[in-house]
């Protein structure tokens, strides 16, 4: 089949006529297309139930973490109330007994003076005020 010039162009027939290899091709066609659709969709809505249990298996883990640094927050809260309480009740009760010890040495005519030895303060007379 060649036209006027010597080249040799496909000639289309339209035939209205509708044969079984194209029903099957349509089929075929329709069914992979479909197919394909439908596996995308189920495998897209695994991945996300997938994920979403492994954010949800994160989430409560660090839910966990967070409870216990918050325990133990308040733990370390509350151990410095009572450090800072108790410290406030011994400064105290040392100003009442270097009060004491004042009162009971003027009385006695003669107040120590504080002497360092080493880490601890040592009360001892002065060699003037010595019997």
Not at 40 to 58: E, F
């Amino acid at each position: 089949m060649t036209d006027g010039n010597g080249s040799a162009t496909p000639r289309w027939r339209y035939s209205n006529e509708i044969s079984l290899g194209q029903i099957l091709q349509a089929i075929t066609l329709i069914t992979m297309i479909g197919g394909g659709a439908i596996t995308s969709y189920v495998s897209l809505r695994n991945d996300i139930q997938t994920a979403a249990s492994a954010a949800s298996a994160a989430m409560a883990t660090m839910n966990a973490r967070i409870s216990v640094l918050e325990a133990r927050r308040e733990i370390d809260d509350r151990f410095q109330t009572e450090t800072r309480r108790d410290l406030g009740r011994m400064l105290d009760m040392m100003t009442e007994m270097r009060v004491q010890l004042g009162g009971k040495q003027d009385r006695q005519g003669a107040l120590p003076t504080m002497r360092q030895s080493g880490s601890a303060a040592i009360s001892t007379p002065v060699a003037s005020e010595r019997p």
